[in-house]
């Protein structure tokens, strides 16, 4: 990754990192994703806490399922010791959910419970967070709403109400919807500009998209596709993120296929500037 943005900046040494590459062409910051189970691993923790590459740390896992902070906190406060900044992550999403996500719920019981997690979250983290992914993953393949627990009993609602909710706990805060399968144009990403108009309809503030971005060698989509995708979300209003970057490539790796990598890798940073 140090090679492939290197490339794309050739005023910048090779010697400097990925986050001051990244700065020094506009970028708000370069990150990456942590979590508990690899902070015992010194030689990890020494990269992470390398700020020349990583201005920013987003908890993988941590800040999710009860109000029980201690793991959240401990990347939290990572972060803040580091200088780094923290993207928090994430509160209304259908996986993993805590034993209220479980349950009869009607709509008014599951919006209470909703914003109650939400506003109790938010404030913990109050100040704390560069941004909060709001609502993660709401949607299908195909661009419909997924038929999680909370769209059977709120209906598509719960996005703005949680857009709302988030808002008022921590005005200060950028509010994110995050999801993958939306570095292509198409029915996803067309389906999540409507979140945003429909964040937007509610008097609601969302401010970034976030697009995790699972990528496989050969087969990413050009610098200006992913470029002229990522203004279609800018043009509503609201920043973006690319909140995952994986490009897998089959074994073995030969050099062809590395270099293939490199420049895939390329294309997408190259695409934020
Ligand atoms: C649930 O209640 C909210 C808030 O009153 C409303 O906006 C939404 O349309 C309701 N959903 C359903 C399915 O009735």
């Known amino acids: 990754m140090t090679l492939a943005l290197a490339s794309i900046l050739p005023q910048v040494t090779q010697a400097a990192g990925l986050d001051v590459a990244a700065v020094a062409k506009g970028l708000l910051y370069f990150g990456t994703a942590t979590d ?20 920013q ?3 993988g896992n941590s800040q999710r399922n009860t109000f029980a902070f201690t793991k ?13 900044q923290l993207t928090c992550h994430t509160l209304v999403w259908h996986s993993q ?16 419970a909703m914003k109650n997690q939400i506003t ?19 949607l299908n393949e195909d661009g419909s709403y997924r038929d999680s627990v909370f769209y059977q009993h709120i209906g598509p609602a719960y996005i703005p109400i949680a857009f709302a909710t988030a808002a008022a706990a921590d005005p200060d805060t950028k509010l994110y919807y995050n999801d993958y399968s939306l570095v292509y144009a198409g029915a996803k990403a067309t ?8 964040v937007q309809s509610y008097g609601a503030r969302i401010d970034g998209v976030g ?45 062809a296929l590395l270099a293939q990598q490199s420049t895939d890798y390329r294309n997408t940073v190259a695409a934020c500037v």
């Open 36 to 55: 508990n189970p690899e902070l015992t691993d010194t030689a990890y923790v020494a990269g992470l806490k390398n700020t020349d590459d990583f201005g």
């Open 97 to 112: 959910l805590p034993n209220w996500g479980i349950g009869s719920w009607t709509n008014e019981t599951l919006l209470a």
């Open 191 to 198: 389906a999540v500009q409507n979140i945003v108009k429909l």
């Open 57 to 59: 740390i987003t908890p």
């Open 211 to 255: 697009l995790q971005d699972h990528l496989i060698v050969g087969n990413a989509p050009s610098q200006s596709a992913q470029a002229s995708n990522l203004a279609a979300f800018t043009a509503l209003g609201v920043e973006v993120a690319i909140t995952e970057l994986d490009i897998r490539l089959t074994l073995p790796a030969t050099d």
């Open 72 to 84: 959240g906190d401990m990347i939290a406060d990572l972060a803040a010791s580091n200088g780094q």
């Open 120 to 138: 109790n979250v938010v404030t913990h983290y109050k100040g704390q967070c560069y941004a909060w992914d709001v609502v993660n993953e709401a």
